[in-house]
């Protein structure tokens, strides 16, 4: 009896629990089938979250792996006619492979040889296709490069050279000739820091070096071939940018040349910090704000003009006129700056808007931002990993959720205003659009760059309506005026501009605790936060509020993130210890200056101390002799060993044994965890994590474990 009772309540439970079940589905049915009209924004997502997949897959899938899943995805599509969900878990299935093969077959298309190791020094003969001006000399982008010694299967297409001295006035389309030391596009000074190598793999750049003296220019190259339409566009940003350097004297005219032509090389390092933390560096990229103004001074220009004419204003729609007019000066703009990133996505978003002008429809929408981003990923999947896609899309989004709510808020409210109403509503959409830009960009700044501006808002309530309402208004009229030789009074005029902005960005730079390092969150982390924010501006309805549960777990992701307490370079010439306190100590500063600001970014410090080579460091729990170093940290030794005679009593007494030589397992098999110079050789950099658990539950991580066997990567026996 007593069991029958048990039974039956278990069974009323189970019972109970399913129609839970069931009301929690119909409740989300009624919330999905509520937002019927945003459904189609989630394909972007999907698509971008399949490319996602494949550059985290830690092997290179088969190439007919997206194939397959879009096919699967279109017979699950046939099969579901009629029902609504399972077309639309078909539709997910085809977005999520979608992605997924387009970024196996641009990995496929873009294949290139890459130089295997250091070459060099050899004589190169190679046609310019960029010319970027730094502070010291010129970095050069040379194709078609005949190298010395170098078989012409195995040369790559691209190379990318720095030219300290001797540069003639080279321009793309020159054919030149130089001696260089060349060697393989670099891999991630850390595990998980920004890698290079396979941004330089989706370019075709199979090499980077430096020249040895001078460059020779040979003359025209013979038929510039199918990049002739780039190289000449690259000319003439070139000749642009040194007319605008010759005509606006000191920083400004680098700061000016960069918002025309987006060529930033050569803008001081102090300028370009003073940028980045007063929260300005979005200035310096051609981004919506440049593209949009420059559309929209062509836009009234022409309309205007055609207003001032009776007979054509009579005989023509000029908001039509104006929107063709926008549209084609958008794209000139789009091909003088390169055609990055940020300036595609807004090009892409200008033409849906102009296109809704024409047609008489509503600009400003959330599908505009998505089919921007789906045509950006389409062509260039790879563009996902980077800061550029992933912040310049945030803050669009952000910015578009926002007003499409203030819209429906407006609509219900009067429109009559006075002026100082509507200056005040002016500075504080600018406050808004600030605010709105910064938190939607904050978490990336910060994964990618360990920096978040503090008073981003302040400098950006002067710099956004200056560059608005005078900087970019002239750099415009500089362009215009500059085939009549007119150019030189509006690009004076800018100048001014400019520095009145660099002013505004040393001012706030330079206020008590304008920058906050932080340490680089997971990428799980980013990952929550993404879709969180996805969730909050995708839906409209009030359950777009769970979407911040995500973004919160994300964030807390920053503070809570591993660090690492021993960090090894790939060649081991650099050593870095995090002591207790959890600064990090380096065992020199005159040595590996990149790698070490890069291990200090990541773990959001700006400084290092340096460990004596001999002596003790009691705050950094290291002692030191001629033969390595001892660290001690949670119960665990470390041995940091530079001499072989130390390896037999360390091989002994360590828990784990990092060494700069090559040692033998069978000599020395004591440790919990072994690194000896082969490892590093194999596998790049080591980031060793210590457990408060005690030597057991040591953790390695390494550069080559962490990038996976990906075309991008190179095979050990090639290094």
């Excluded at 295997?116 to 078609?144: F, M, N, Q, S």
């Excluded at 030794?637 to 397992?665: I, K, M, Q, W």
């Amino acid at each position: 009896m007593r069991g029958r009772l048990r039974t039956a309540a278990q069974g009323r439970a189970e019972a109970a629990a399913v129609g839970r079940l069931l009301d929690l589905w119909l409740a989300l049915q009624v919330r999905l089938l509520a937002e019927r009209a945003r459904w189609p924004l989630w394909l972007p997502v999907g698509f971008g979250i399949g490319i996602a997949a494949y550059f985290a897959w830690p092997v290179e899938p088969p190439g007919w792996f997206g194939l397959v899943g879009v096919g699967f995805a279109a017979l699950f599509a046939l099969q579901a006619r009629g029902r609504t969900w399972a077309l639309l878990g078909a539709l997910a299935l085809g977005a999520l492979a979608g992605g997924f093969g387009a970024a196996q077959l641009r990995a496929h298309l873009v294949a290139a040889p890459v130089l295997p190791d250091e070459h060099g020094p050899a004589r190169i003969h190679a046609t310019v296709v960029e010319v970027e001006p730094r502070e010291t000399g010129v970095r050069l982008r040379l194709a078609r490069p005949e190298i010395a010694r170098l078989a012409p299967q195995a040369t790559p297409e691209v190379v990318r050279v720095a030219v300290s001295a001797g540069a003639p006035e080279v321009t793309p389309g020159d054919r030149v000739r130089l001696l260089a030391i060349l060697q393989p596009p670099p891999a991630p000074a850390a595990p998980g820091a920004y890698d290079f190598a396979r941004r330089a793999y989706f370019e075709r750049l199979g090499a980077v070096g430096f020249a040895l003296g001078g460059v020779e220019r040979l003359g025209r190259a013979a038929g510039a071939g199918p990049s002739a339409w780039s190289i000449w566009w690259a000319e003439h940003r070139q000749a642009i940018a040194a007319e605008v350097r010759a005509r606006v004297p000191g920083r400004a005219g680098t700061v000016a040349a960069a918002l025309i032509t987006g060529e930033r090389g050569a803008i001081p390092e102090a300028v370009l910090q003073a940028m980045r933390d007063s929260g300005l560096a979005h200035l310096l990229a051609i981004s919506g704000l440049h593209v949009g103004l420059i559309a929209g001074l062509v836009f009234f220009l022409v309309r205007a003009g055609l207003a001032l004419v009776p007979w054509l204003a009579l005989r023509l729609h000029g908001k039509k006129w104006a929107a063709l007019a926008a549209a084609a000066a958008g794209f000139g703009y789009l091909m003088l700056v390169g055609a990055t990133v940020p300036t595609q996505r807004a090009f892409l978003m200008l033409a849906i808007v102009l296109l809704a002008v024409a047609l008489d429809r509503s600009a400003l929408t959330m599908r505009m931002v998505a089919w921007a981003a789906f045509a950006v990923l389409l062509l260039h999947p790879e563009a996902l990993t980077g800061a550029s896609f992933q912040m310049s899309f945030a803050a669009a989004a952000g910015l578009v959720a926002t007003y499409e709510a203030i819209r429906r808020t407006r609509a219900r409210r009067p429109r009559d205003r006075g002026w100082a109403a509507t200056a005040a509503l002016y500075l504080g959409g600018v406050a808004l659009t600030s605010v709105v830009a910064i938190l939607a960009t904050a978490p990336f700044a910060v994964f990618h760059f360990n920096r978040l501006a503090l008073y981003g808002l302040a400098a950006n309530l002067v710099a956004v309506p200056l560059t608005a309402f005078w900087i970019m208004p002239m750099a415009l009229a500089g362009f215009a005026l500059m085939p009549l030789g007119l150019h030189a009074a509006p690009l004076a005029a800018m100048g001014w501009g400019v520095e009145a902005m660099l002013r505004t960005a040393d001012a706030v730079a330079a206020w008590p605790g304008a920058v906050e390092l932080l340490p680089s969150p997971s990428l799980p982390g980013l990952a929550a936060v993404t879709l969180g924010g996805l969730w909050l501006c995708l839906w409209q309805t009030r359950w777009r509020l769970f979407g911040l549960i995500p973004a919160a777990l994300g964030l807390l992701t920053v503070p809570l993130a591993p660090l690492p307490d021993v960090l090894v370079s790939d060649d081991g010439r650099l050593l870095a210890v995090r002591a207790a306190d959890g600064r990090l100590w380096l065992d020199t500063d005159r040595r590996e200056r990149f790698t070490a600001d890069v291990w200090l970014r990541r773990v959001g410090q700006d400084t290092a101390r340096v460990w004596p080579p001999v002596g003790l460091a009691p705050a950094a729990g290291l002692s030191c002799d001629p033969l390595g170093c001892l660290f001690r940290k949670y119960g665990t030794l470390v041995a940091l060993v530079r001499d072989g005679r130390a390896l037999a009593e360390d091989c002994r007494t360590a828990d784990v044994v990092v060494s700069l030589l090559p040692v033998s397992r069978q000599r020395c098999a004591e440790p919990t965890l072994l690194i000896d110079r082969f490892d590093l050789w194999r596998s790049g950099g080591h980031a060793v994590y210590l457990a408060r658990d005690g030597p057991s539950r040591v953790r390695v991580e390494s550069v080559r474990a962490r990038r996976g066997a990906r075309p991008w990567v190179r095979r050990p026996e090639a290094q």
